[in-house]
């Protein structure tokens, strides 16, 4: 979790245990005006009777005040608590002054109509106070000796006033998952005294932020992308594919135009485009060059790569070559090679082991006696991945797998052992 501001907790378990037993030594306590917030309503400590409580939940600052029993200015410790309620009004509407109950006139008693903030309550703008002198002890001396609350361990209600409210933001992001993150979105303003404010949580799944950087590899035919979520963290490390294949073309001339075939493999998001030339330093042509008589032709090639701003060039080669039907001493001439059904010969395709036992047949003169291979299954060399004796190039490879004398006849090749 990433949060944009720092926070950190003011308030003094310590301290307000002393208060709840009525010793108050003289402490030095920071002042509470801090950049840093955190609100009291998300760590608010529950405790048993109302002035524990909110002793556990205060804000407490040294301030210089009139003190009576010291006939003089002292040092007073203030404890500064927000005031939460479940109507969300203050309880001085009700003519409530004092958190143990008592009204203004400091004789009747009302309802603080106290809760659980974040609960059940709310912050009414208002914030419970008390004081003790630093230097004779007296609690809420301050407030003067007439008061209800001079010498009691209560605390007496006041405004938080407007002007000295502070902005802040505590909003959050955790990550979620590879696109999206969570963000806890709260910020407002708080009363810089006690701590309160009106400001709630909400929450939402939101697109990361990415500060993204594009890395082209050529080599490795990618873009390699890289970044960091501005507001969470999240980092990512993820490859685009930037691939092309160029296929040559093979076969007879037969009075059509024949070229190079392109198949663009690149991932979503990368643009590919490509100039064709009959040069490698001269490749300014949008459509590659057809060709119909007979020879054997370079097409040279310069394949763009583009993605997010980044870009890269692949440079390459790749042959149209066309055999002439006239040619007496070609390999097609002579039928041994006589490429696929559909009548192209594919010379970039890895061979097979089907193919080389044909060619070397077809070139030696070679023909498989399909009747006496039959006849004698259990005397052949066989092969346990070749049984289907439909297979194309099944008598092919047992006649180049088998050692055998041959009668060569009218109708070709007989098996004599």
């Not at 969300?88 to 009204?103: E, H, I, P, Q, Y």
């Not at 400091?106 to 659980?116: L, P, S």
């Not at 932020?209 to 990618?222: A, K, P």
Request: proline share 2%; charged share 20%.
């Amino acid at each position: 979790m990433k949060t944009k501001h720092f926070i950190k907790s003011a308030i003094s378990g310590f301290l307000a245990a002393i208060m709840t037993i009525g010793t108050i030594p003289a402490i030095s306590v920071s002042a509470a005006q801090v950049n840093e917030y955190i609100d009291p309503a998300d760590v608010w400590i529950t405790s048993n009777g109302r002035t524990n409580e909110l002793d556990f939940n205060a804000t407490i600052t040294q301030e210089t005040g009139w003190c009576p029993v010291c006939n003089k200015d002292t040092i007073m410790l203030t404890y500064r608590t927000p005031e939460y309620t479940k109507a969300g009004s203050t309880a001085l509407n009700r003519g409530v002054k004092f958190s143990d109950g008592t009204m203004t006139d400091g004789v009747t008693h009302g309802n603080v109509d106290d809760g659980r903030p974040g609960v059940d309550a709310s912050y009414t703008t208002y914030h419970w106070t008390k004081s003790v002198c630093q230097v004779c002890g007296t609690l809420n001396s301050a407030d003067g000796e007439g008061d209800y609350s001079f010498g009691k361990n209560v605390y007496g209600l006041n405004s938080c006033d407007l002007d000295f409210f502070l902005d802040f933001d505590n909003t959050t992001y955790t990550t979620y998952d590879s696109d999206y993150h969570t963000t806890v979105l709260k910020k407002g303003q708080y009363c810089q005294f006690c701590k309160g404010t009106k400001a709630r949580a909400t929450e939402k799944k939101e697109a990361h932020n990415f500060d993204e950087t594009v890395i082209s590899e050529l080599g490795n035919q990618r873009f390699h992308l890289t970044g960091e979520c501005e507001d969470c963290g999240y980092t990512k490390n993820e490859y685009a594919a930037a691939k092309s294949v160029v296929q040559s073309y093979y076969g007879k001339v037969d009075g059509k135009a024949h070229t190079v075939t392109v198949s663009d493999l690149s991932d979503k998001g990368v643009h590919t485009s490509i100039r064709y030339g009959t040069s490698a330093s001269k490749c300014n042509l949008t459509s590659a060059p057809n060709y119909t008589e007979e020879g054997y032709y370079p097409v040279y090639y310069e394949i763009d790569y583009s993605y997010d701003g980044e870009s890269m060039t692949e440079n390459g080669v790749s042959y149209v070559w066309l055999l002439a039907d006239s040619s007496n001493n070609s390999a097609t001439a002579m039928n041994w090679i006589t490429g696929y059904s559909d009548g192209t010969f594919r010379p970039d395709n890895n061979i097979t082991r089907a193919e080389v036992v044909t060619i070397v047949n077809r070139v030696t003169g070679r023909e498989a006696d399909t009747d006496y291979i039959n006849k004698n299954m259990s005397a052949v060399n066989t092969f346990t991945d070749l049984k289907d004796k439909a297979y194309w190039a099944y008598y092919e490879i047992l006649e180049a797998a088998n050692t055998h004398n041959i009668i060569n006849g009218s109708n070709g090749e007989t098996w004599v052992k």
